[in-house]
C-alpha cells in the first residue's frame, strides 16, 4: 500500500482556486485554457499539452502552454500528436507499469512498434474506450522509437501524463506536462484531484449522442454486433397473433321491430328509452283527426244509404221501377259499409301496442313527437336485455380475412377493466359507411360462456384475434399496404 500523502494548507488553497476556476468556465477553449496555463501556479513545469479526446472522433491537440491557440500544422503541434496517440495506448495497456519507472521502457516500446498502424487507427478512433484514471509519469523510453527521436528537440526529461475521463470511464483525452526535475507522488496525487474537477468540466461541455450514431456505435463491426443482430433477426421471426382493433356496440339479438301501421304524424310516445314493457302496454299513437273526420263521414253515408235503401225497399211492393231502383241501393249500401268498416280498422290502428315483452330501444322522445313518418318506417325496437349479441364495425384498411368461427375481446369503454370474449357469427360481405363515415364491415359475434355479459347498448374496442404471423409481417403490414397502394406493385 501507498504511504498517505501529506498536502500543505497552501496547496490546498491553490487546488481549490483552479477547481473553481475550471467549474467558472465559459466555453470548451476557456477551461483547456485554464489547464495548461494556469496550473504553473500550483505545480511548477516548463511546459503543458491538452489532447482532446471527443466522442466518435480521432483526438487532436486542443491546447498548448504559452499559445492562445493552437496550430494544427505546427511541427510542434504535429508531433504532439504522434505523442499523444501512443501515449493513449500506453494508459490503456502499460498505465500500470509506467509509474515504476524506466525499467519497463524497452518492454514498452518493443510492444508498441510491433502494433503498427493498424493499432494506432484504432485508438484514435476509439476515444470512448475506458482507460486508466492514474497520472503517471514517463520518459522517453516509454514511446515508439519514431516519437523518441524527436523527445529532446521538444521536451525536457521528464513528462508527467494526466488521463481525463467522465464518471463511466470514457476517455476524454489527458494533459501532458514536462519539466527537468522528476515528478513526486504528492504531485502525481494534487494533478489526479485536479483532473477529476477538468472532466467533470469538460463532460458538460460534451455533446450529447444522437440517435444515430449510439445505433452506429452499437452496430460497429465485432462480437457485440453480431449479437444484436442474431437478436433482431430472431425477433423478427417471433410468431404473434395478428390482431386488429375495431369499434363495438352490444345490440339485441332478433329484437322485434315496432313499425308505423300507417301514414300520418306521432302525436304521442307513450314510452321511455330502455323501459320495460309487457305485451298490450301502449307504445305511441298517431294523430287520428283525419281518419276521425273520414269515420265520421263514412257513418254518414253509411246512415244515408240505408235509409235510402228502406225506403225503395218499402216502395217496391207496389211498384215494379222501385223494385229496378233497390238493387243499385243495395250496392251503394254495401259500398258504404265496406269503407265504414275499413276507416273503423284503421282508426283503431292509431294506437300501437307492444306485441311482446321487451325493452323498448328508441332514441329522444322528443325527436319522434310531431315527427311523420309512413307506412313501414321503423320507429323503435323491443329487445331482450338478456339476449344480445356483439356488432362490430371492421375498418377497410383493417381487414385481416376475418372469417366466422374466429374470437375476438370486448373491452367497454364504461369498464376499462372488463373484458368479454365472443366467437364471430356472420361477417358482411360488402363494407358500408358507418355514421362516422368511415368504410366498415359489419361482424357479428355472440358472447361465449356463462358468465355475465354486458349490458345492451354498451359501447366499446372489440380487439379481434387472427391467424399467427411473424413479428416482422405485423410490423410492417400496413406501411407495406400503404407502399403497394402508392406504387401499384
Known sequence: MNAPVRIEAGDLALLWQLAARAREAESEQTLGFTMVNETLSFIPYRQAAWWRAPLHAPGAVAAVSGLPQSDPGAPYVQWLGAAFRALVRLAANHAPGAADGTSAGAASRTEAQTEGRSADATQANEPHASVSTRPFAFTSAHLPAEVAAEWSAWWPMHALWVPLADRTGRSLGGVVFVRDNAWTRTEEVMLGELAQVWAHALAAFAPRATLATRARLLLRPGKVQRRVLAGLALLCVVPVPLTVLAPAEVTANDPFVVRAPLDG???????????????????FALDSTTLASRYAVASKNFDTAAEEYRQTAQLAVTDDKDRLDMALRRGKLDESRVELDYTARELARVRVTAARAG??????PNDWNGKAVSVGEKVMLLADPANVELTAYLPVADNVDVKPGTTL???PKSSPLSSYDARIDTVAYRAEPTPEGVLAYRVK???????PRPVLGVMGTARIHGRWVPLAYYVLRRPLTTARQWLGW
Open 409 to 411: 375481446t370486448l373491452y
Open 359 to 364: 325493452v323498448a330501444v328508441f332514441a329522444d
Open 265 to 283: 304524424v306521432i302525436e304521442r310516445l307513450y314510452t321511455q328509452p330502455n323501459q320495460r314493457v309487457t305485451p298490450g302496454t301502449p307504445l
Open 445 to 451: 359475434a355472440t358472447f361465449s360462456g356463462s358468465g
